[in-house]
């Protein structure tokens, strides 16, 4: 546990001073994300900037400094039967709290236990003049200022370096069960957009090679008396089912193909596609390995209400983010120059413009 | 104002007026002050400003075409919904025009598969469950306005409710939000997935009170109706009992759907109003109420119960039947009007405190309210950290409001002095703009504008509200010699605080 905040302070405004860009480092376990850079950077390295700050687990809220491993947090709520409701993916167990806000990183349950961009209540910043700045704050419902905290969930760094993370963090569910059901993909649209319409304790369903996975998660009687009334069979693998989806550990993610992520409507009829998809998030995330034309994704993405980005692999020197219309891209390039007038946050790193 | 610019004004207003009637049906565009005076101010009626006009467009290209010609003619916005927002957000600019939102009424679709709906920003917040009841769905936030409040004014806000902790606030039920820029260009911010790629514009929007852009159409997320929901109510000789019977609830493992307290002014007050059957000798109340199915309801009432008893609850009360339900919880929701019958006028504030000070703070408010003079009233959403004071006062004493607001002043120092916010969720606007240098510091400050300037660069969308000015934080800092917020000397004495109640 360290405060490294001085000495990233130091780094940004020397880099300021040789307008020289820098690559902003967590745990490193999300450099396939986003574009490649063509030329490497300075790294500003935030893996030594670690420690949980504050965590009242009565108040359910945490704060933490950017570079603490997710495994660290987790372990600290656990002892208090608490947990990251969001479920952060991880890639390697030196994930970071910083780096899982920065990408917007979420897993199974994202629908129903809501997005780390959901749960962030504050954050500590340094912007592009080597000023630590301070957003939001450690309380549930905060009004005061722009919401800066949750602007900076997908920004990957772009804004700014965080040093510092609040989140709201939840209680354990009491109970928790796998229902597993084989049916065809169209059907599993289908049953998941029904099975949420219910007051049931659904928290996280998928349809992976046949079968649809639903999980049940609360008290113990809400869980059972769902169990019998819905249609499945109890899978006992259930758990580990769901941390090898949150982690794309699955078969379908293995090897070297392109990885498309579609954030779509979860109703939206499966895409025409000839290989292999997951649907999770009840039908709102979707991934589809295979090349296929960007364009082509995009007008797929579009028609199913959302949007879709090249996650893994591919040609990362073009763009991998879904393309913005020319007032939002304007938009953005004035927001980053708002905080980073000098491009020095890793520049290209969402869209080459930026 | 001189008789010349008196005149000057005039002849602006009435060259605008047939400017804007050019696109938009005469009768609505308001330039005479009779019609114009329900205008000047939202649902804090202690400020208030006639504005040079009010224009009620009927589409978005209108409202496009507003936009257009106040941009060119460097000529002040303030969007308005229904005016019931709290912090003067929507008082209008004297030389600037009111867009009011208030004839893009439609709902334009409940898609039940999806859960969600697609709403024009005038639709009331409650009239989008209503629409939505028929197919078991509901639209989650529910500010006490509900009946009247906008969904876009929602946006504008982040407005929140009394089921914050469980269901979220306006940011957490938002899909999509479609806007216009203040030089009328059309953005879509957000898509029908739960996320959209880069950084999230959507949310910074959200709270952004009518800064940044004007909301033209929403997309909102729609959530199943519980099965079933029953509160118990306890009543507790002390506030520090009933804050503590709230964090083991919490430690429990269980998220109610709403947990409220009231002290023992409100109790009286709602009492007598509502004759709710409250424990008139408490010093604090809480209503806790669980919902989802009903296997978890009964599960989780029994232990609240069971819990409250064993924390040495005075009463303890479960509700059996919805009508009940209702009545436990009519005492709470007309907690306001209550008060505002045992004084002729009372004052909202809105800070946020993390729970564990509660006790404490409630004691130094009780300190200020013997030195000011004036009885303070207190409800709070205590799942969420979210205080109401109500102060009680009466607007025809001579310097009482200055008074009153001086205490609110001080009401939300003491709110960040412990960790927490100056407004959880009724804004910033005019009415706390003066003690936002207090959470933030001038470089924060300077951040903040530069992101105004991103969107906004003339500054004409709701000027003078949300952001104080540098020449403002420094006026109050000169006023008010204190640490500077978010300094490191400040965090540590944050800290330091923190670790009494952890």
């Given at each position: 546990?360290?405060?490294?905040?001085?000495?990233?302070?130091?780094?940004?405004?020397?880099?300021?001073?040789?307008?020289?860009?820098?690559?902003?480092?967590?745990?490193?376990?999300?450099?396939?994300?986003g574009r490649?850079?063509?030329?490497?950077?300075?790294?500003?390295?935030?893996?030594?900037h670690?420690?949980?700050?504050?965590?009242?687990?009565?108040?359910l809220?945490?704060?933490?400094?950017?570079?603490?491993r997710?495994?660290?947090?987790?372990?600290?709520?656990?002892?208090?039967?608490?947990?990251?409701?969001?479920?952060?993916?991880?890639?390697?167990?030196?994930a970071?709290?910083g780096?899982?806000l920065?990408?917007n990183?979420?897993?199974?349950?994202?629908?129903?236990?809501?997005?780390?961009?959901?749960q962030?209540?504050?954050?500590?910043?340094?912007?592009?003049?080597?000023?630590h700045?301070?957003?939001g704050?450690?309380?549930?419902?905060?009004?005061?200022?722009?919401?800066?905290?949750?602007?900076q969930?997908?920004?990957?760094?772009?804004?700014?370096?965080?040093?510092?993370?609040?989140?709201?963090?939840?209680?354990?569910?009491?109970?928790?069960?796998?229902?597993?059901?084989?049916?065809?993909a169209?059907?599993?649209?289908?049953?998941?957009?029904?099975?949420?319409l219910?007051?049931?304790?659904?928290?996280?369903?998928?349809?992976?090679?046949?079968?649809l996975?639903?999980?049940?998660?609360?008290?113990?009687?809400?869980?059972?008396?769902?169990?019998?009334?819905?249609?499945g069979?109890?899978d006992?693998a259930?758990?580990?089912?769901?941390?090898?989806?949150?982690?794309?550990?699955?078969?379908?993610?293995?090897?070297?193909?392109?990885?498309w992520?579609?954030?779509?409507?979860?109703?939206?009829?499966?895409?025409?596609?000839e290989?292999?998809w997951?649907?999770?998030?009840?039908?709102a995330?979707?991934?589809?390995?295979?090349?296929?034309?960007?364009?082509?994704m995009?007008?797929i993405?579009?028609?199913?209400?959302?949007?879709?980005?090249?996650?893994?692999?591919?040609?990362?020197?073009?763009?991998?983010?879904?393309?913005?219309p020319?007032?939002?891209q304007?938009?953005?390039l004035?927001?980053?120059?708002?905080?980073?007038?000098?491009?020095?946050?890793?520049p290209?790193?969402?869209?080459?413009?930026? | 104002?001189?008789?010349?610019?008196?005149?000057?004004?005039?002849?602006?207003?009435?060259?605008?007026?047939?400017?804007?009637?050019?696109?938009?049906?005469?009768?609505y565009?308001?330039?005479?002050?009779?019609?114009?005076?329900?205008?000047?101010?939202?649902?804090?009626?202690m400020?208030?400003?006639?504005?040079?006009?009010?224009?009620?467009?009927?589409?978005?290209?209108?409202?496009?075409?507003v936009?257009?010609?106040?941009?060119?003619?460097s000529?002040?916005?303030?969007a308005?919904?229904?005016g019931?927002?709290?912090?003067?957000?929507?008082?209008p600019?004297a030389?600037g025009?009111?867009?009011?939102?208030?004839?893009?009424?439609?709902?334009?679709?409940?898609?039940?598969?999806s859960?969600?709906?697609?709403?024009?920003?005038g639709?009331?917040?409650?009239?989008?469950?209503?629409?939505a009841?028929?197919?078991?769905?509901?639209?989650?936030?529910?500010?006490?306005?509900?009946?009247?409040?906008?969904?876009?004014?929602?946006?504008?806000?982040?407005?929140?409710?009394v089921?914050?902790?469980?269901?979220?606030l306006?940011?957490?039920?938002?899909l999509?939000?479609?806007?216009?820029t203040?030089?009328?260009?059309?953005?879509?911010l957000?898509?029908?997935?739960?996320?959209?790629?880069?950084?999230?514009?959507?949310?910074?929007?959200?709270?952004?009170?009518?800064?940044?852009?004007?909301v033209?159409?929403?997309?909102?997320?729609?959530?199943?109706?519980?099965?079933v929901?029953?509160?118990?109510m306890?009543?507790?000789?002390?506030v520090?009992?009933?804050?503590?019977?709230?964090?083991?609830?919490i430690?429990?493992?269980?998220?109610?759907?709403?947990?409220?307290?009231?002290?023992?002014?409100?109790i009286?007050?709602?009492?007598?109003f509502?004759?709710?059957?409250?424990?008139?000798?408490a010093?604090?109340?809480?209503?806790?109420?669980?919902?989802?199915?009903?296997?978890?309801v009964?599960?989780h009432?029994?232990?609240?119960?069971?819990?409250?008893?064993?924390?040495?609850?005075?009463?303890?009360?479960?509700?059996?039947?919805?009508?009940?339900?209702?009545?436990?919880?009519?005492?709470?929701?007309s907690?306001?009007?209550?008060?505002?019958?045992?004084?002729?006028?009372?004052?909202?504030?809105?800070?946020?405190?993390?729970?564990?000070?509660?006790?404490?703070?409630?004691?130094?408010?009780?300190?200020m309210?013997?030195?000011y003079?004036?009885?303070?009233?207190?409800?709070?959403h205590?799942?969420?950290?979210?205080?109401?004071?109500?102060i009680?006062?009466?607007?025809?004493?001579?310097?009482?409001?200055e008074?009153?607001?001086?205490?609110?002043?001080?009401?939300?120092?003491?709110?960040v002095?412990?960790g927490?916010?100056?407004?959880?969720?009724?804004?910033?606007?005019?009415?706390?703009?003066?003690?936002?240098?207090v959470?933030?510091?001038?470089?924060?400050?300077?951040?903040?504008?530069r992101?105004?300037?991103?969107?906004?660069?003339?500054?004409?969308?709701n000027?003078?509200?949300?952001i104080?000015?540098?020449?403002?934080?420094?006026?109050?800092?000169?006023?008010?010699?204190?640490?500077?917020?978010?300094?490191?000397?400040?965090?540590?004495?944050?800290?330091?605080?923190?670790?009494?109640?952890?």
């Amino acid at each position: 546990m360290a405060d490294l905040s001085a000495q990233l302070q130091h780094q940004v405004i020397a880099a300021r001073t040789d307008r020289r860009p820098l690559t902003i480092v967590g745990g490193n376990t999300k450099a396939f994300m986003g574009r490649s850079p063509v030329e490497e950077h300075t790294r500003l390295d935030l893996s030594g900037h670690t420690g949980i700050l504050t965590y009242h687990p009565v108040e359910l809220v945490l704060t933490a400094r950017a570079g603490t491993r997710l495994t660290e947090l987790e372990a600290a709520l656990a002892e208090q039967n608490q947990m990251l409701s969001f479920e952060p993916p991880r890639f390697g167990p030196e994930a970071t709290i910083g780096g899982t806000l920065a990408c917007n990183q979420s897993g199974p349950g994202r629908p129903w236990w809501s997005s780390i961009r959901d749960q962030v209540l504050g954050i500590r910043m340094i912007n592009g003049r080597g000023e630590h700045l301070h957003f939001g704050g450690q309380v549930m419902k905060n009004v005061a200022g722009y919401d800066v905290s949750r602007l900076q969930a997908g920004a990957m760094g772009t804004l700014g370096v965080m040093t510092e993370v609040s989140l709201k963090v939840l209680p354990k569910p009491a109970a928790s069960r796998t229902l597993k059901l084989a049916v065809s993909a169209d059907e599993a649209i289908g049953i998941m957009n029904r099975r949420a319409l219910e007051s049931r304790p659904l928290t996280a369903a998928c349809w992976y090679q046949g079968h649809l996975y639903l999980r049940l998660s609360g008290a113990l009687s809400a869980v059972e008396a769902t169990l019998a009334r819905w249609e499945g069979e109890v899978d006992d693998a259930g758990d580990a089912f769901w941390q090898q989806l949150r982690d794309q550990q699955l078969s379908l993610f293995d090897g070297e193909a392109p990885l498309w992520r579609f954030s779509v409507s979860p109703s939206a009829p499966l895409a025409d596609l000839e290989g292999e998809w997951v649907l999770d998030w009840g039908g709102a995330q979707r991934w589809y390995r295979g090349e296929a034309d960007k364009a082509r994704m995009e007008a797929i993405a579009a028609a199913a209400g959302g949007q879709v980005s090249l996650y893994r692999g591919g040609d990362r020197q073009q763009e991998v983010m879904h393309a913005l219309p020319p007032a939002l891209q304007q938009l953005q390039l004035r927001l980053k120059e708002a905080f980073d007038p000098d491009h020095l946050f890793n520049p290209g790193r969402v869209y080459s413009w930026m | 104002m001189t008789q010349q610019n008196t005149a000057g004004r005039e002849a602006l207003r009435q060259t605008l007026a047939a400017r804007f009637r050019t696109f938009i049906e005469p009768e609505y565009v308001i330039s005479d002050d009779e019609t114009l005076r329900p205008y000047e101010c939202d649902g804090l009626s202690m400020y208030c400003e006639m504005p040079l006009l009010v224009v009620l467009p009927g589409t978005v290209e209108q409202a496009q075409q507003v936009l257009k010609l106040c941009h060119q003619q460097s000529i002040p916005v303030v969007a308005r919904g229904a005016g019931t927002g709290l912090c003067a957000g929507a008082m209008p600019h004297a030389e600037g025009v009111v867009l009011s939102m208030a004839r893009f009424d439609r709902i334009l679709e409940i898609d039940a598969p999806s859960r969600s709906a697609r709403v024009q920003p005038g639709v009331r917040n409650l009239a989008i469950s209503e629409a939505a009841a028929e197919q078991g769905l509901y639209y989650g936030p529910d500010p006490s306005s509900q009946i009247a409040c906008t969904i876009g004014g929602n946006v504008a806000e982040n407005s929140g409710g009394v089921h914050c902790l469980k269901y979220g606030l306006t940011v957490h039920n938002l899909l999509s939000i479609e806007l216009l820029t203040v030089e009328g260009d059309r953005l879509t911010l957000g898509s029908q997935g739960l996320d959209a790629c880069g950084m999230d514009l959507m949310a910074l929007m959200t709270g952004s009170e009518g800064l940044l852009g004007i909301v033209t159409e929403v997309r909102v997320k729609l959530l199943p109706k519980p099965e079933v929901a029953q509160v118990v109510m306890a009543g507790f000789d002390s506030v520090q009992a009933a804050g503590d019977a709230v964090g083991r609830i919490i430690a429990e493992g269980i998220i109610p759907g709403g947990l409220e307290m009231m002290d023992s002014h409100a109790i009286v007050a709602a009492e007598a109003f509502a004759q709710a059957g409250y424990p008139v000798d408490a010093q604090a109340l809480l209503l806790c109420e669980v919902d989802g199915t009903e296997e978890e309801v009964h599960e989780h009432i029994d232990a609240v119960e069971t819990l409250f008893r064993h924390l040495g609850a005075t009463s303890v009360r479960t509700s059996h039947s919805e009508e009940e339900r209702a009545r436990l919880w009519k005492g709470r929701k007309s907690a306001f009007p209550a008060v505002g019958r045992i004084s002729p006028d009372y004052y909202c504030m809105d800070g946020t405190i993390p729970r564990g000070q509660l006790a404490h703070v409630l004691t130094e408010m009780q300190k200020m309210s013997d030195e000011y003079g004036l009885r303070v009233a207190n409800v709070f959403h205590a799942g969420d950290g979210n205080l109401h004071p109500l102060i009680l006062f009466d607007a025809n004493t001579p310097g009482e409001f200055e008074k009153t607001e001086a205490f609110g002043g001080r009401i939300l120092e003491l709110c960040v002095e412990v960790g927490g916010c100056i407004t959880g969720e009724h804004g910033v606007g005019i009415e706390k703009i003066r003690q936002m240098p207090v959470q933030f510091n001038d470089q924060e400050v300077a951040q903040f504008h530069r992101i105004k300037d991103a969107f906004d660069p003339q500054g004409t969308l709701n000027p003078g509200k949300g952001i104080p000015t540098l020449r403002q934080c420094q006026e109050y800092r000169s006023l008010n010699p204190r640490l500077e917020p978010n300094s490191p000397v400040a965090a540590q004495a944050h800290s330091h605080q923190e670790a009494g109640h952890g």
